[in-house]
C-alpha cells in the first residue's frame, strides 16, 4: 500500500497543472495496474475539502460529489470509510464544514459524549455542545 499526499490527489483529480498532473496520473495508473492500493488519510481529505472550496471555488454539492467520488474508488483506502460516508451525509443536511463533522465523530469513536465548539453550525449536530 501507498500513500497520497493531498497535492497529489488534487492533481490527479483536478489536472490543473499538465505537468504535475501527469506525474500524479503516472504514479496512481501504475499502481493500479500493478494492484497497489492506495492510503487516503482524513488529513488529506480535509486538506483536499478545503482546496477544493478556497481555491477552486466548488461548490458544497460539488465537493461532496467529488467526497463520494474518491470514497467510492476501488484503488483508494481509507482509515474508517463508515466515519467518512457519515461526515458526507451530515456535511449534506448542515451548514459546518467536512473536517468539523470529521472531528465530532473521530471523538465520538475515541469516547467522548460530547465534542465542545464555539461553531454555531453544529448546533443541529449531536456531537457537539455549543459553548
Known amino acids: 500500500m501507498k500513500g ?3 497535492n497529489v490527489l488534487l492533481r490527479y483529480l483536478i ?3 499538465q505537468q504535475q498532473w501527469q506525474k500524479a496520473a503516472a504514479y496512481i495508473n501504475s499502481g493500479i495496474e500493478s494492484g497497489e492500493i492506495f492510503f487516503i488519510n482524513s488529513i488529506v481529505l480535509c486538506e483536499c475539502v478545503w482546496v477544493l472550496q478556497r481555491a477552486y471555488k466548488l461548490s458544497r ?3 461532496v460529489l467529488a467526497l463520494e467520488q474518491i470514497l467510492s474508488g ?6 474508517d470509510k463508515a466515519i467518512l460516508h457519515g461526515c458526507i451525509q451530515q456535511m449534506k443536511a448542515g451548514s459546518a464544514d467536512f473536517a468539523d463533522y470529521l ?4 471523538n465520538q469513536q475515541a469516547g467522548c459524549t460530547e465534542t465542545a465548539t464555539f461553531d454555531c453550525k453544529l448546533r443541529a449536530s449531536g456531537n457537539f455542545k455549543l459553548l
Request: aromatic share 10%.
Open 4 to 6: 497520497l499526499d493531498a
Open 15 to 17: 489536472q490543473d497543472d
Open 61 to 63: 454539492d460539488e465537493v
Open 74 to 79: 476501488s484503488q483508494f483506502q481509507f482509515e
Open 103 to 106: 472531528l465530532g465523530k473521530l
